[in-house]
């Protein structure tokens, strides 16, 4: 963390700065942290939304790039310039400073916890706890980053009666839903974040009834409709012996994976839940667990299938294979199980 805050102090005034952040919740809300930080200190940083990163190219046309929720598997070049800050594991540690609990330990914060981690240790002034809060319920890991935020109990109480966030503040985070149903609603989505924050008002996000705002709102909507469709009218797959529940969507107007499984989940708690969409030639997979370390059911599962990718989290791991190998994927993870 020490090393962190070092790297942030030690970018000029003049340096061209990048923030690159996760397209889903917890990655926005730990961009607008490391944004307002760089503001409050007098620099200019340009933020980009992307879902993995595989180019870094980008890298050439920055001095300085600082990586929140997101890294490469390695990084060996130019990493005199760039700042890490994820939770993802990663296949080796990166040459250059980075702060990233998975390499320790299996139960990690959400990055948002350790973007305001840092940006408190850095000398922020704002309140903006409840980004570091939102981005820890968006990516479901509470209880692992609730101690990065150091709330007092007023703020315990404000923030999570009975131990859920309030349901206005649920209304919120379905705002970040957007950014990933939809790749270019992303910016809009953190151009509100940002505003939020500026004016210390949560509830801006959710109240503001500007162009931006409806149509975050309608994305979600249609998005909604879209997932209720599928469900009613494709077959689950279950597998009782396995406790694995599969469900195909083909393809589909938005990424409504993330909805999909979530709602599966409801009705199979104790379940592996996995949910496939094509995307052209590629088909896609969200996969949850309460139990099981998908991250090693999964690799071993997509080992040696051509073109394939996975990354993600313990309980929620995704993974993608050539749309033709869609049906053998799905039998090999059944093996695995
Ligand atoms: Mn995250």
Not at 85 to 100: G, L, M, Q, W
Not at 109 to 129: D, E, F, V
Not at 294 to 322: D, M
């Amino acid at each position: 963390m020490h090393s962190a805050v070092e790297f942030l102090r030690e970018i000029k005034k003049n340096e061209r700065v990048c923030v690159v952040l996760h397209n889903d919740g917890d990655g926005i809300c730990s961009g607008a942290i490391i944004l307002l930080l760089l503001e409050e200190k007098g620099l200019n940083a340009e933020p980009m939304i992307i879902g993995r990163l595989t180019n870094l190219d980008m890298l050439e046309e920055y001095d300085k790039v600082i990586m929140v929720d997101v890294s490469p598997d390695e990084l060996e070049n130019n990493t005199e310039k760039v700042l890490i800050i994820d939770h993802h594991k990663r296949k080796r540690r990166p040459a250059c400073i980075f702060v990233n609990p998975a390499f320790e330990q299996d139960k990690v914060p959400s990055a948002s916890a350790l973007c305001y981690k840092l940006y408190s240790l850095a000398g922020g002034k704002r309140n903006i706890k409840w980004l570091g809060l939102l981005g820890a319920y968006s990516d479901r890991m509470l209880s692992a980053s609730l101690p990065l935020l150091s709330m007092n109990d007023s703020e315990m109480n404000t923030f999570l009666p009975a131990g859920q966030l309030d349901p206005a503040l649920t209304g919120v985070t379905l705002a970040f839903l957007a950014g990933y149903l939809k790749q270019d609603m992303g910016y809009a989505v953190l151009d509100l974040v940002l505003e939020s924050a500026k004016r210390e008002d949560p509830m801006y996000l959710w109240l503001e009834k500007d162009r931006k705002a409806k149509e975050i709102y309608q994305t979600i909507e249609l998005a909604n409709k879209e997932a209720r469709s599928k469900i009613i009218n494709s077959k689950l797959f279950v597998d009782e012996s396995k406790r694995f529940v599969y469900l195909d969507l083909g393809s589909a107007e938005y990424k409504i994976k993330r909805i999909v499984v979530d709602y599966i989940r409801l009705k199979y708690p104790d379940y592996v839940v996995s949910v496939s969409m094509d995307v052209n030639e590629v088909t896609t997979f969200s996969n949850r667990s309460p139990d099981r370390d998908l991250s090693v059911v999964i690799p071993k599962a997509i080992e040696g299938f051509p073109a394939s990718r996975h990354g993600g989290h313990v309980r929620a791991y995704g993974c993608s294979v050539q749309k033709v190998d869609k049906k053998r994927f799905v039998r090999s993870l059944l093996n695995a199980l």
